[in-house]
């Protein structure tokens, strides 16, 4: 079951330049930097007010980052939704006929076990969905 949305994710090209900037528009300081090797990205998360936020920066050239500014530039790149139970959304998702990029669920940022959905699958948005690692999956 999806609970609610979990974060939004922004690429940027640079996040040294791009941080001071959205903590002056949020209007509150990162509260995590965090590299992710598995999907060559550096993220860094914003907690304002409910919401979360997630800076995106890639770290080599065939980083899907990498390649999403190559073609579209910075901004939104991902809604992440958390879900009860990861494992089972996969399978539901997968018997509804729609792609997704990870079909076991791979360690994110920010302490989470995560599975993207194909953004063909999505009509052009790249969704997330992820877990809390040490989150109790219901019985
Ligand atoms: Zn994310």
């Given at each position: 079951m999806i609970k609610k949305i979990e974060?939004?994710?922004?690429?940027?090209?640079d996040l040294k330049q791009a941080i001071p900037i959205y903590e002056k528009i949020f209007g509150v300081p990162c509260y995590k930097q965090e590299r992710v090797d598995s999907e060559s990205v550096i993220t860094a998360f914003f907690s304002v007010g409910d919401s979360k936020l997630e800076l995106l920066q890639a770290t080599?050239?065939?980083s899907p980052i990498a390649k999403f500014l190559e073609k579209r530039g910075g901004g939104f790149h991902h809604i992440a939704f958390e879900v009860d139970h990861i494992e089972t959304e996969i399978t539901r998702l997968e018997k509804e006929g729609f792609s997704l990029i990870h079909l076991?669920?791979?360690?994110?940022?920010?302490?989470?076990r995560i599975a993207?959905?194909?953004?063909?699958?999505g009509l052009g948005m790249l969704i997330e969905l992820c877990q809390e690692k040490n989150s109790k999956n219901p019985s």
């Open positions: 974060h939004i994710g922004i690429a940027v090209e080599d050239p065939s076991t669920p791979k360690d994110g940022a920010d302490n989470k993207f959905l194909h953004p063909k699958s």
